[in-house]
């Protein structure tokens, strides 16, 4: 914790100008609050941008100032200064009420990462507003946070959700998770989680991986909506991660048991077996998960569910981007009109299966009404239909299988559609909706987006980029006492 120090007054303190300020602002407030009603000659003056500016220059040059701040960030750096008004700091922050009530210099020690923004965070106790880049959002909130000033601390954080695309040369996201955590900021904390597992490929590749704690990778493993290429892929990812942090085997081997080894085809696992240190390493922390992995890949789904619990998330795919388990599809002009595509996926991830392929229809309308907004006619005008427009309707998907087979038996699908966004130059997943087999669209789906404007986030040089993945999950039909 910083340690907040001060002096008493050596001279009597000077109200006048930071009030004369403050009355001058409670007027312009007064005034655009006025009631004007029925007066067609009123209007507002509006000069609030020049009482910004001359509020900043107050704090520029320190006229009429009644309190000094000093913030050091070591004993042996020179301190910064502040001429400041006391009035103004205390209207934005509790804390500084309280320190300069009976004092007019106070000394603040801040690390040097906090020192070094001070100034900007005095000004925005001046003027209400502050530019900020990734790396100051931290410290930035830091501050906020510990001087009481929640409006900047909303605003930092809101900057935080906002920016998770943005692209940095060593990544930020994974730090800003943890800040969360720290602060207890569950709504960034979540934000951030979600963002990670969707977007988890563009993450394994970053310097911020090597940064992932313990925590927040079991977290990620345990997820069933993960974005990634494979299963291959995060364990690939995952020995890395382990042979630079060198955790404790009982950590070791709880992250390795969470890699979902059926989802790995067998010539892939025998090659792991062979050539991951790691693997060789904590072998018998995980040889009953790769055995099994081996004989679900062996028989067939039916048969192995006889007698392995097969309702589990170690044979629930997570969402894979590979050809084999699903399609990208790019919409043109999606505001236009109706359109269509087919695709087809292998039935299971089980190599028995692997021959096996389902083909699936997808159909995209654009403005499909619901049944209780389609036309109708009138009884009370013959032939009139009740008026419809184009804005009562709502974008719909529809996926269903071209064909049924014996092969479905034992096996559900889970449909899942990611949409694709450009935030700040990067093309990122932002919107993911899940539906199972029992429904052949997801309810709602783009519900709020506006396919009409060229500008929508959803839209991406006016087209709409969809993944669509088809989730196989095997569930037991005869149990077999064993």
Same mark, same amino acid.
């Given at each position: 914790?910083?340690?907040?120090?001060?002096?008493?007054?050596?001279?009597?303190?000077?109200?006048?100008?930071?009030?004369?300020?403050?009355?001058?602002?409670?007027?312009?407030?007064? =005034?655009?609050?006025?009631?004007?009603?029925?007066?067609?000659?009123?209007?507002?003056?509006?000069?609030?941008?020049?009482?910004?500016?001359?509020?900043?220059?107050?704090?520029?040059?320190?006229?009429?100032?009644?309190?000094?701040?000093?913030?050091?960030?070591?004993?042996?750096?020179?301190? #910064?200064?502040?001429?400041?008004?006391?009035?103004?700091?205390?209207?934005?922050?509790?804390?500084?009420?309280?320190?300069?009530?009976? @004092?007019?210099?106070?000394?603040?020690?801040?690390?040097?990462?906090?020192?070094?923004? %001070?100034?900007?965070?005095?000004?925005?106790?001046?003027?209400?507003?502050?530019?900020?880049?990734?790396?100051?959002?931290?410290?930035?909130?830091?501050?906020?946070?510990?001087?009481?000033?929640?409006?900047?601390?909303?605003?930092?954080?809101?900057?935080?959700?906002?920016?998770?695309?943005?692209?940095?040369? @060593?990544?930020?996201?994974?730090? $800003?998770?943890?800040?969360?955590?720290?602060?207890?900021?569950? =709504?960034?904390?979540?934000?951030?989680?979600?963002?990670?597992?969707?977007?988890?490929?563009?993450?394994?590749?970053?310097?911020?991986?090597?940064?992932?704690?313990?925590?927040?990778?079991?977290?990620?493993?345990?997820?069933?909506?993960?974005?990634?290429?494979?299963?291959?892929?995060?364990?690939?990812?995952?020995?890395?991660?382990?042979?630079?942090? @060198?955790?404790?085997?009982?950590?070791?081997?709880?992250?390795?048991?969470?890699?979902?080894?059926?989802?790995?085809?067998?010539?892939?696992?025998?090659?792991?077996?062979?050539?991951?240190?790691?693997?060789?390493?904590?072998?018998?922390?995980?040889?009953?998960?790769?055995?099994?992995?081996?004989?679900?890949?062996? =028989?067939?789904?039916?048969?192995?569910?006889?007698? %392995?619990?097969?309702?589990?998330?170690?044979?629930?795919?997570?969402?894979?981007?590979?050809?084999?388990?699903?399609?990208? $599809?790019?919409?043109?002009?999606?505001?236009?009109?109706?359109?269509?595509?087919? %695709?087809?996926? @292998?039935?299971?991830?089980?190599?028995?299966? =692997?021959?096996?392929?389902?083909? $699936?229809?997808?159909?995209?309308?654009?403005?499909?009404?619901?049944?209780?907004?389609?036309?109708?006619?009138?009884?009370?005008?013959?032939?009139?239909?009740?008026?419809?427009?184009?804005?009562?309707?709502?974008?719909?998907?529809?996926?269903?299988?071209?064909?049924?087979?014996?092969?479905?038996?034992?096996?559900?699908?889970?449909?899942?559609?990611?949409?694709?966004?450009?935030?700040?130059?990067?093309?990122?997943?932002?919107?993911?909706?899940?539906?199972?087999?029992?429904?052949?669209?997801?309810?709602?789906?783009?519900?709020?987006?506006?396919?009409? #404007?060229?500008?929508?986030?959803?839209?991406?040089?006016?087209?709409?980029?969809?993944?669509?993945?088809?989730?196989?999950?095997?569930?037991?039909?005869?149990?077999?006492? #064993?």
């Amino acid at each position: 914790m910083a340690r907040l120090t001060g002096t008493r007054p050596v001279a009597t303190r000077r109200w006048g100008c930071a009030a004369a300020f403050l009355l001058l602002l409670l007027t312009v407030q007064a =005034a655009q609050k006025a009631d004007f009603s029925g007066d067609s000659t009123a209007a507002t003056i509006n000069h609030s941008l020049t009482l910004l500016q001359r509020l900043q220059e107050l704090l520029q040059n320190g006229n009429g100032s009644d309190s000094v701040l000093r913030v050091r960030s070591a004993p042996s750096d020179e301190p #910064k200064v502040f001429h400041t008004h006391q009035l103004l700091l205390s209207l934005q922050s509790e804390v500084f009420e309280s320190l300069l009530r009976n @004092q007019s210099v106070v000394t603040l020690h801040e690390p040097p990462e906090t020192a070094a923004l %001070f100034e900007k965070f005095i000004r925005y106790l001046y003027c209400g507003g502050v530019s900020i880049l990734l790396h100051q959002a931290i410290p930035m909130h830091q501050l906020a946070s510990k001087y009481r000033v929640w409006g900047l601390q909303r605003g930092v954080a809101e900057y935080m959700r906002t920016h998770l695309a943005s692209e940095s040369s @060593q990544g930020h996201v994974v730090g $800003w998770y943890h800040y969360a955590v720290r602060v207890g900021d569950a =709504a960034l904390q979540e934000s951030c989680l979600q963002f990670l597992a969707w977007n988890l490929s563009a993450v394994l590749g970053s310097a911020e991986w090597g940064s992932v704690s313990v925590e927040l990778l079991l977290l990620l493993l345990e997820r069933s909506d993960l974005v990634l290429h494979s299963e291959l892929e995060l364990y690939t990812a995952v020995e890395g991660w382990l042979s630079r942090r @060198q955790p404790e085997a009982p950590v070791a081997e709880r992250v390795l048991r969470a890699i979902r080894y059926p989802m790995i085809a067998p010539s892939q696992l025998f090659r792991l077996q062979a050539q991951s240190a790691v693997l060789a390493r904590h072998r018998g922390a995980v040889q009953d998960l790769l055995f099994q992995a081996f004989q679900f890949h062996a =028989a067939s789904p039916l048969h192995f569910a006889k007698y %392995f619990d097969v309702n589990c998330s170690m044979f629930l795919p997570r969402n894979y981007l590979a050809p084999s388990w699903g399609s990208q $599809w790019v919409i043109t002009n999606p505001a236009r009109d109706d359109r269509s595509t087919s %695709f087809q996926t @292998q039935l299971g991830p089980s190599s028995h299966d =692997a021959g096996k392929r389902v083909t $699936w229809n997808v159909l995209f309308s654009p403005r499909w009404l619901p049944v209780s907004l389609r036309p109708v006619y009138s009884d009370s005008v013959a032939g009139a239909i009740q008026p419809v427009r184009i804005e009562d309707g709502r974008p719909r998907l529809v996926i269903t299988p071209a064909m049924s087979s014996p092969d479905f038996a034992g096996v559900s699908f889970q449909k899942t559609v990611l949409v694709g966004v450009r935030q700040q130059g990067r093309v990122l997943v932002k919107h993911a909706y899940s539906f199972h087999q029992s429904s052949d669209e997801a309810a709602d789906f783009l519900a709020h987006a506006d396919l009409q #404007k060229r500008t929508s986030e959803y839209l991406i040089d006016n087209s709409l980029h969809l993944h669509i993945i088809i989730k196989p999950v095997y569930h037991s039909l005869i149990k077999v006492k #064993k």
